[in-house]
């Protein structure tokens, strides 16, 4: 469980509907981890209180 900017806590559901409407949207990966961080971020320092560990991986079938 994470903390988002805003203070409220970003479980597991929220992580990946936030991934999901990012994709959605036309995102590639990057991008959509980049708006992933963001969120997580402090506002005040852009830092993370804690140890963080972010993988999304991008998955193109043939």
Do not use: Y
Not at 43 to 59: F, G, K, M, S, Y
Request: charged share 20%; proline share 3%; aromatic share 2%.
């Amino acid at each position: 469980m994470a903390q988002a900017s805003d203070g409220s806590l970003v479980g597991q559901q929220r992580l990946a509907d936030t991934v999901i409407r990012s994709m959605a949207a036309g995102n590639n990966a990057a991008e959509t981890l980049r708006r992933l961080v963001q969120n997580l971020l402090r506002p005040e320092r852009h830092q993370l209180r804690d140890v963080a560990t972010i993988l999304l991986t991008e998955w193109h079938p043939t």
